[in-house]
């Protein structure tokens, strides 16, 4: 079974652009969680999306938006970015919302310049 | 005071210790508590979860809750150097409530020694 993948890997943006990143989960899954992770706030939930509605969501402003098609798929957009915005951002997915066992992709490294 | 607090290490030790990886929490409303691994460049990968207090054990890892305490441990028996990663400790709420978000820890680099 193929994992969560994630595209693109690397991504290198300037500041006031915006950037798109996309999630395919596991086959099968339906829930889709989006995390940015740095070294000085590691770990950070950004969303959750389930059956193409978001169902939870993180302390992040409202320039990081997502969403979830009717085939799972996610993509995660961040607007007018900011050099704080440098991270590398995680998608996982689960079978179910709230759901204990997410699997996560290898993540996107954005660098914003 | 924040949610969930790990010592970042990093953490040394030779092959074949017993490793020992705590975190600690402040929101009782915790009742789900995971501990992921992740390699560098790669993403998080789950190792265990427990719910409530007690212990877990999976082959060379064995997970601890202490509810009254706040407080978890991931033990690991006769590390081995491909245990050498990132060690996340990760929790949430039950499903019942508004906020049932995994809250993680900011991890523990360990590294197992030949």
């Known amino acids: 079974k193929a994992g969560v993948t994630q595209t693109p890997r690397y991504l290198i943006k300037t500041r006031g652009q915006q950037v798109t990143l996309s999630c395919s989960p596991i086959s099968g899954h339906r829930s889709v969680s989006w995390y940015q992770q740095t070294p000085g706030q590691g770990l950070q939930f950004l969303f959750e999306?389930?059956?193409?509605?978001?169902?939870n969501k993180g302390n992040f402003p409202g320039r990081f938006s997502g969403r979830q098609f009717s085939n799972s798929r996610s993509e995660m957009n961040v607007s007018t970015l900011e050099l704080g915005d440098s991270a590398l951002y995680l998608c996982?997915?689960?079978?179910?919302?709230?759901?204990?066992?997410?699997?996560f992709g290898p993540g996107t490294r954005l660098t914003v310049l | 005071q924040k949610e969930v607090e790990q010592d970042p290490g990093p953490l040394s030790v030779p092959e074949g210790a017993i490793v020992s990886l705590n975190c600690t929490y402040s929101n009782s409303a915790f009742q789900y508590f995971m501990w992921y691994r992740q390699y560098s460049r790669k993403g998080p990968e789950l190792l265990m979860y427990t719910y409530s207090s007690g212990n877990k054990e999976d082959g060379r890892f064995t997970a601890q809750v202490d509810k009254s305490s706040k407080y978890i441990s991931l033990f690991i028996r006769d590390s081995q150097p491909s245990d050498s990663a990132t060690y996340l400790c990760a929790m949430r709420e039950d499903s019942g409530g508004s906020n049932y978000k995994l809250t993680f820890g900011k991890g523990t680099l360990l590294t197992v020694n030949p």
């Open positions: 996982a997915s689960s079978l179910r919302l709230a759901w204990n066992e997410q699997f």
């Open positions: 999306y389930f059956s193409e509605t978001q169902r």
